[in-house]
């Protein structure tokens, strides 16, 4: 066949996609603790804090931290950093993120999240709303807080899980991270704190 004309189709993906694909990623919510806990293990945190209440869910860590391109290239699904930047740049620690697909992995527990982070001079917030991103249509931003730095905070990226759909049970939290967490790896603590009441 003889060519008549070229043309170029745009490659569309519908944004519900981004929340099932959240939704569906994990078969488990607590294994999503597994991975924000592993994220702060590639951004070479020394210690890592999971507090677990009734509400609220927040890991906070004192990694790298990111700036700005940072932060952008962490909402970018589907991303190969990890890949090509295989190794952390502080304690050269192989990284076991992979695909930049992990964070929505929140929305299996949880229909809001918020990732507060500070890379030296540079703090922000970026909050993912579950139902404002659905009822956004055709906009991909999600809105974007420049902070003043804590430089009491120091470095380091929090995650805040609200709004939350599941429940966590202490117990099968603390298993998926002794088993899916680098605990034996030098440097490299994670506290499980919990504020619910028994």
Wanted: hydrophobic share 40%.
């Amino acid at each position: 066949m003889e060519i008549k004309e070229k043309r170029e189709l745009e490659v569309t993906v519908d944004k519900r996609h981004i929340v099932t694909i959240g939704e569906r990623l994990y078969t488990e919510s607590v294994e999503l603790l597994r991975e924000l806990a592993n994220n702060a293990y590639d951004a070479d945190a020394t210690r890592v804090y999971v507090d677990i209440s009734s509400d609220k869910v927040e890991i906070r860590d004192n990694g790298t931290g990111m700036d700005l391109e940072g932060l952008k290239q962490y909402f970018v699904i589907g991303s190969d950093e990890k890949v090509v930047h295989s190794r952390s740049p502080r304690f050269g620690r192989p990284r076991i993120g992979q695909f930049g697909i992990g964070k929505f992995a929140s929305l299996a527990a949880a229909a809001r999240f918020a990732v507060v982070t500070q890379n030296k001079e540079f703090a922000a917030r970026v909050v993912f709303d579950k139902r404002t991103w659905e009822e956004s249509k055709d906009t991909w931003h999600l809105p974007l807080e420049i902070l003043e730095p804590d430089l009491e905070r120091g470095d380091g990226t929090t995650v805040i899980l609200t709004h939350l759909s599941k429940s966590f049970d202490l117990e099968d939290v603390e298993k998926k991270l002794i088993e899916g967490v680098p605990l034996k790896a030098p440097h490299f603590e994670v506290y499980l704190l919990s504020l619910i009441h028994i």
